[in-house]
């Protein structure tokens, strides 16, 4: 893929995003150029290595893997995990990390890098949160259901 193409595949996860954040009220995130240095890097350095690994870093952070990129919609995936999610409990639905951190509210900026591995040709793709989500005891204030009761 070429630099447009990457960038139209980030545009298109950021618009996702941010769609089904509306659908719980929550604020649209900003995509952030340092964050997405740092999300590329990390794309980058899993492509390399070839697996999915979590960084040691103050962002939250998603993370997918697939091929062809036109096939992998990681936002679709992370986003699937409100199937999961019982709200009126939310602190204890552990299972649906990926899901609580794209709808977090407090979340403001995101990042996201993309890297094709030269071995495999598999995609990776890293998605890091500013501020971070999922932290114990916010999950309440931060995790809405979705407006559309009949969601």
Not at 43 to 71: C, F, K, M, W
Not at 135 to 148: I, K, Q, W, Y
Request: glycine share 6%.
């Amino acid at each position: 893929m070429n630099s447009n193409e990457i960038e139209n595949y980030r545009r298109e996860q950021l618009d996702a995003i941010n769609y089904y954040r509306q659908l719980h009220g929550v604020p649209s995130l900003l995509l952030d150029n340092k964050i997405t240095r740092d999300a590329q890097a990390w794309a980058d350095h899993l492509a390399r290595i070839g697996q999915l690994v979590h960084s040691n870093t103050n962002y939250g952070e998603n993370l997918a893997s697939g091929y062809p990129l036109s096939h992998v919609n990681p936002a679709t995936l992370w986003y699937s995990g409100v199937s999961r999610i019982n709200f009126s409990n939310v602190e204890r639905s552990t299972d649906c990390l990926h899901f609580t951190q794209i709808v977090w509210k407090s979340s403001k900026k995101i990042g996201i890098g993309i890297s094709r591995s030269s071995n495999t040709g598999k995609y990776y793709i890293v998605a890091n949160f500013d501020p971070a989500g999922n932290m114990r005891g916010s999950f309440a204030e931060n995790v809405p259901s979705p407006l559309n009761t009949n969601f």
